[in-house]
């Protein structure tokens, strides 16, 4: 099965449903037409056939709803057409239904659009490592432990062993479920680390932290060598910022032990990766990325209840980048995995406040950490632990309430 990669679309104003009607193709005259429409449900299906898209369109129609393709669809003028299915929830589910009698593989989509669809009603409910099961009834909070000399926020601060220690179990006792061990800056445009480097930092620490923490611990890193020899050592979880990408061996190391994986996206290596943060489709491109790092996990053997995915705030982004990865984040629900969200303390928070001391972002922090909550991440990675716990418990209290 080729696959659809449909993905919801979260659009709450009529300027973004214009702008994703234009962006694949609509007739001006759709435009007007339908983006007030689009205030309901919208489904993005990527490059479909002509025969494919027409069909989609009569049937949301026959259902009340309606279906946005690009200029010469109709016709079949045109090679392939983007698609976006605009409608309530249960036209979409009776969209499923009727694709199931279809040709030219529609009820493939139908079996997607249908898991899409219930993915996005409800959140992944735990999430599995090495050593235990999660449960993500209320959001994780994943302490940062940095044992570098140059990572942006606090580097230097815990190269000692005995201070890093010390700051893990005061982290814990803040609130931690997972403490994210890393020997390795990810700091845009900070040089790489050799292996023999990244282990002598985290190995001595990790061993003597998993005699002693109650709650999780987590290896910052995207090098085979380096997680196996962490996860030996005590670690449950893979949180890799390459998405399984960078090293080849990464895949199969993390399935071999049982632990937990963090799949970021990211657009090349961290000395590398803020010189190209142009996008034609920010989410689409974040989509399609998380994705193809989900089905390296799976064909290596990683359950995907052990997956975590991350949209890699930035990671290969601006500002604008960041903050429309924030608004829209509730789109990769729809993939069913638990989702990581790591703002705390970066630039682009400074860049919004007007303030550059790291000190002074703690409050931008919150706000996205609260909004991030809200648009479904399941787990914050974060420096200031008692501070954003209090965040995600009243955050996830008013969505309960």
């Known amino acids: 099965m080729a696959g659809f990669s449909p993905r919801v679309l979260s659009i709450s104003t009529p300027d973004q449903a214009v702008t994703e009607l234009v962006r694949i193709g609509v007739d001006p005259g759709g435009v007007g037409m339908m983006h007030s429409k689009m205030l309901t449900r919208c489904v993005h299906l990527p490059a479909l056939q002509c025969r494919q898209a027409n069909i989609l369109k009569q049937e949301m129609l026959s259902l009340g709803g309606d ?9 079949c003028s045109i090679n392939q057409t983007d698609v976006v299915l605009i409608g309530t929830d249960k036209q979409l589910q009776k969209l499923c239904f009727k694709l199931k009698a279809q040709p030219f593989g529609l009820p493939d989509l139908a079996i997607e659009l249908g898991l899409l669809l219930s993915n ?18 209320r959001p994780l909070i994943m302490g940062i432990l940095n044992l570098t000399p140059d990572s942006f926020s606090d580097g230097g601060r815990f190269i000692d062993p ?14 931690a479920d997972i403490i994210d061990i890393g020997g390795e800056s990810t700091r845009p445009g900070a040089p790489p680390v050799q292996a023999a480097e990244e282990l002598a930092r985290i190995i001595p620490v990790i061993e003597r932290l998993s005699g002693v923490l109650k709650c999780a611990i987590s290896v910052d890193t995207w090098k085979s060598v380096v997680a196996d020899s962490a996860l030996s050592a005590g670690a449950e979880i893979v949180n890799d910022v390459s998405g399984f990408n960078f090293d080849p061996r990464m895949a199969s190391v993390t399935a071999k032990s049982g632990a937990a994986a963090v799949l970021m996206h990211t657009r090349g290596t961290p000395d590398e990766m803020q010189k190209n943060t142009g996008y034609v489709d920010l989410m689409s491109e974040i989509a399609d990325g998380l994705r193809s790092s989900v089905s390296l ?57 007007g303030r550059e001391p790291l000190s002074e972002r703690l409050f931008g922090t919150a706000a996205t950490s609260a909004l991030a909550v809200a648009n479904g991440a399941s787990i914050l990675r974060v420096h200031d632990v008692r501070a954003m716990r209090d965040v995600a418990d009243v955050a996830h209290a008013v969505l309960q309430y």
Request: cysteine-free; hydrophobic content about 45%; aromatic content about 4%.
């Open 162 to 175: 005995e201070r890093s220690v010390e700051h893990a179990l005061m982290m814990e006792s803040e609130g």
């Open 120 to 137: 996005i009603s409800q959140l992944p409910k735990k999430w599995v490592t090495a050593r235990r099961e999660f449960s993500l009834e």
């Open 67 to 75: 279906a946005a393709v690009a200029r010469g669809t109709v016709a």
């Open 297 to 353: 996990a799976l064909e290596a053997g990683v359950a995907s209840e052990r997956i975590a995915i991350d949209p890699g705030i930035g990671f290969g982004k601006d500002a604008d980048g960041n903050l429309e990865i924030l608004r829209r984040l509730r789109e990769l629900t729809g993939m069913g995995l638990p989702i990581l969200i790591g703002t705390s303390r970066k630039t682009f928070i400074g860049k919004i406040l």
